[in-house]
């Protein structure tokens, strides 16, 4: 996976997720608040236009976080830490990627509504796995970093990611547990795109060597 390419595809990534987000909230009916219902909601099967939220917001931006793992693993072999890492990025890809196939049966909007069917039940354990692997993705990078000569700049920041998203999820709660969950997700999204950034410089470095 050639390095440039795949910190494109980390830049990407936040684009069709935010697509996913903002298309799919656009789309439902104004009972619909992205401050106090879940974006999970966007792509239920009751959902207005629900492959803008599953297919973009979630097939779409898993590939591509998948990818941005991919040219971390590249980049950070043959370090064994680096690897695992850049797996746990590649995880994070995967969860998000599945959400589009397990949507919830309705939203929280809709009257009499339970999700109590097994698609319902896997989006929740997706989601419940993606969370544990999206957390520890940053933190096992982060002592990675710190004994890689060139990734060293990139350590504090990604050990300060997990706690930096409860302090801004905390904040934003005061306007619902949706603007709470967007949050959070906006703070991970920005780390997808420092890790982008920096694999760009290490392509461009390590090009410079090479001539």
């Known amino acids: 996976m050639p390095l440039r390419a795949a910190a494109v595809c980390g830049l990407l990534?936040?684009?069709?997720?935010?697509?996913?987000?903002?298309?799919?909230?656009?789309?439902?009916?104004?009972?619909y608040s992205s401050a106090d219902d879940a974006t999970s909601d966007l792509g239920a099967q009751t959902a207005n236009?629900?492959?803008?939220?599953n297919q973009?917001?979630?097939?779409?931006?898993?590939i591509l976080i998948i990818l941005l793992g991919l040219g971390l693993w590249r980049?950070?072999?043959p370090d064994?830490?680096?690897?695992?890492?850049?797996?746990?990025v590649m995880l994070?890809?995967?969860?998000q990627f599945l959400i589009g196939f397990f949507p919830?049966?309705?939203?929280?909007?809709?009257?009499?509504?339970?999700?109590?069917s097994w698609n319902s039940a896997a989006h929740k354990w997706d989601n419940r796995v993606f969370n544990v692997v999206a957390f520890a993705a940053p933190l096992i990078l982060a002592f990675a970093f710190r004994r890689i000569p060139e990734w060293r700049g990139a350590w504090l920041p990604s050990l300060l990611l997990f706690p930096a998203t409860i302090v801004v999820g905390v904040l934003f709660s005061v306007l619902g547990d949706g603007a709470s969950q967007r949050a959070g997700n906006v703070?991970?999204?920005?780390?997808?795109?420092?890790?982008?950034?920096?694999?760009?410089?290490?392509a461009n470095a390590r090009q410079v060597q090479t001539e």
């Open 49 to 53: 236009q629900a492959w803008i939220f």
């Open 56 to 62: 973009i917001g979630g097939n779409l931006t898993g």
């Open 13 to 31: 990534a936040p684009v069709t997720g935010i697509i996913g987000w903002i298309g799919g909230a656009l789309a439902q009916p104004d009972a």
């Open 75 to 77: 980049a950070l072999s």
């Open 104 to 116: 919830l049966d309705c939203r929280g909007i809709d009257p009499g509504c339970t999700n109590d």
């Open 80 to 88: 064994l830490l680096g690897r695992i890492g850049a797996g746990a």
């Open 92 to 95: 994070t890809g995967l969860g």
């Open 187 to 202: 703070t991970l999204v920005a780390w997808l795109v420092f890790l982008a950034v920096r694999l760009i410089r290490t």
